[in-house]
């Protein structure tokens, strides 16, 4: 605290944690992206190894937004109208999870600690978007996801975007212990 005069001071601390927050955002936002990147990748080919079309999980995010018709059993939507949409709805909630991680990294200051904590908490909240996206969303919005196979999906959501999320917010610990964190101006 510092005074400003009779009986009157200033928290500094507050804002700091508000700072510290706000300026992991939009690196996770980014990471979220990337890390979306690789979680996509992965479904393609666990799509393709258990013998369906690599686009089946375009088909099922893009569902969401055009019904039922996107899906394969029905397909009364071809592929050039489902992957735009798929992309654009994934991407944004890879966005979306990124930032709400990227938020939680500059909030909780213990998360900022060591790439092990970082990675590690990452990768729960992968797991615990599992739980939520398989337990609760789809059972009550898109049944359609509950087709997909548990297990490659806790797979997909903990190590393919969890943990990569972490690795990459990771580099922004490296990088400012060098002075040159992403999105701080410094290079």
């Not at 890390?35 to 079309?53: P, R």
Request: aromatic share 10%.
């Amino acid at each position: 605290m510092q005074a400003l005069g009779k009986h009157r001071y200033l928290t500094t601390t507050s804002v700091e944690i508000r700072s510290e927050s706000g300026s992991w955002i939009l690196p996770g936002a980014m990471m979220g992206i990337a890390a979306g990147g690789v979680f996509l990748i992965f479904e393609m080919i666990a799509a393709g190894i258990m013998g369906q079309s690599a686009f089946e999980p375009f088909r099922m995010i893009a569902a969401v937004i055009l019904g039922e018709g996107a899906l394969p059993a029905h397909s009364t939507i071809g592929l050039p109208a489902v992957v735009p949409v798929a992309l654009a709805i994934h991407y944004a909630l890879s966005a979306f999870y990124g930032a709400v991680f990227g938020a939680a990294v500059g909030a909780i200051g213990t998360l900022r600690s060591g790439h092990v904590a970082l990675v590690g908490a990452a990768s729960v909240f992968g797991f615990v978007l599992w739980l939520a996206n398989f337990g609760a969303i789809a059972p009550a919005l898109f049944p359609w996801f509950l087709m997909a196979d548990p297990a490659v999906q806790f797979i997909a959501h903990t190590l393919f975007f969890g943990t990569p999320l972490g690795l990459m917010l990771g580099s922004r610990l490296r990088g400012g212990q060098r002075g040159t964190r992403l999105g701080s101006g410094k290079v």
